[in-house]
Each structure stands twice: as C-alpha cells, then as structure tokens.
T-cell receptor, first 114, second 111 residues
C-alpha cells in the first residue's frame, strides 16, 4: 500500500525565485488537497481537485500560487516570485469519493525562502 | 464549520489511558467530530470520527456527550509513539471538502 508521496521533501530557495512541488496521491483516489502549515499552527486548506478539476481555492492562494492536476493523477503546486512569508510546510492529501471521511496525507514539502 | 477548543498541551504516563478533551459548543446537527494527529515531521493521520454515538476502532475511542457540545478522545494504553499533536475537527460530511485544523493539543507520553 503506497501512500501519498511528495517531492521534494525539502526546498531552500532565494526570495524571488519560483518553486514547484509535486504530489502523487494514492492510486485511484479522485480527490487531492493542498494545505499549508506554518510553525506552531495547524494545516490550512489551500485548494482541492476532483480528478483534474480544481473545485475550490482558499483566499490564502494568492495569484503567485498555481496548482494543477492535468491528468487527474499527480498534482503540482507552483509558487512564483517566492517571499519569505511563503516559508512553510506544504502538505498534500488525497481521498476517494465525495465527502470522504478520511484524507490521507503525505509527508509534506518543507520550504524555506531566504 | 463549528469552532473547537482544545487544551494546548497534556502529559500522560506510558501505559496509562490518555484522555484528550475537545469543546465544540456550536456544533450543528449534521456536523461530525473528527480526530487527526500529527507526529513530528509527518503529515496528519486520521484517527476516528463520530456523529452522536461513541465510536471505537483499533487506535482509539471517541466519547461524544449527549448534547454533542464536547467530546473526548481516549487512547487506552498510551505508548511513546503516541506523542503527537492531536486535532479535533468538526465538519459536515458533504458539501465541505476541506479540513479546518486548529492548533490542537500537544500530547507528550512520559516514560
């Protein structure tokens, strides 16, 4: 049973650079979620996909952020012109079916913007 | 989603039952109580959920008060691996896909 995987696990970048993270959900899970977690806080919802359609975006997702799930399988989250405030753990989760009660989380990508 | 209130931190001796409380006084009739936990440097992990009745699975038990305004997560025989941040989340099952996490309870199991 392969769980949700995320790559890279860690990323250090300089302010102003673009970064892209990848999430591979559990096979056949049709829903995929992105969350962001800053130090000492719980995860905050960013966006979610049902198959390839992006159905909801949080106000936290500024225009510098874009997420895609082109074939309804893996997803990418890109941050353009990174800022120090983007430093956080970016978590991906997947689930099966509408209103699924269990979201399975990956290990996260920790981003540090210098 | 209804707001939840949890203690910031708790300690529990290894081998004893850990009882983690959660207040959700504004919970609606169609909202479920979920518990997730997050072990250091890992993603959150689902533990259990319930609507009205008490629930038990291989990981934990969930006790929900009759008025549904509070609940308790019980880890019956805590081990060092149960040291984590525990999140109580209130959520409707349909029409709301996101999980709204608070700051949770940091549970430390003492050897």
């Amino acid at each position: 049973d392969t769980g949700v995987s995320q790559n890279p696990r860690h990323k250090i970048t300089k302010r102003g650079q673009n970064v892209t993270f990848r999430c591979d959900p559990i096979s056949e899970h049709n829903r995929l979620y992105w969350y962001r977690q800053t130090l000492g806080q719980g995860p905050e919802f960013l966006t979610y996909f049902q198959n390839e359609a992006q159905l909801e975006k949080s106000r936290l997702l500024s225009d510098r952020f874009s997420a895609e799930r082109p074939k309804g399988s893996f997803s990418t989250l890109e941050i353009q012109r990174t800022e120090q405030g983007d430093s956080a753990m970016y978590l991906c989760a997947s689930s099966l079916g509408q209103g699924a009660r269990t979201q399975y989380f990956g290990p996260g990508t920790r981003l540090l913007v210098l | 989603d209804a707001k939840t209130t949890q203690p910031t931190s708790m300690d529990c001796a290894e081998g004893r039952a850990a009882n983690l409380p959660c207040n959700h006084s504004t919970i609606s009739g169609n909202e479920y109580v979920y518990w997730y936990r997050q072990i250091h440097s890992q993603g959150p992990q689902y533990i259990i959920h319930g609507l009205k009745n008490n629930e038990t699975n291989e990981m934990a038990s969930l006790i929900i008060t009759e008025d549904r305004k509070s609940s308790t997560l019980i880890l019956p025989h805590a081990t060092l691996r149960d040291t984590a941040v525990y999140y109580c989340i209130v959520r409707v099952d349909f029409g709301n896909e996101k999980l709204t996490f608070g700051t949770g309870t940091r549970l430390t199991i003492i050897p």
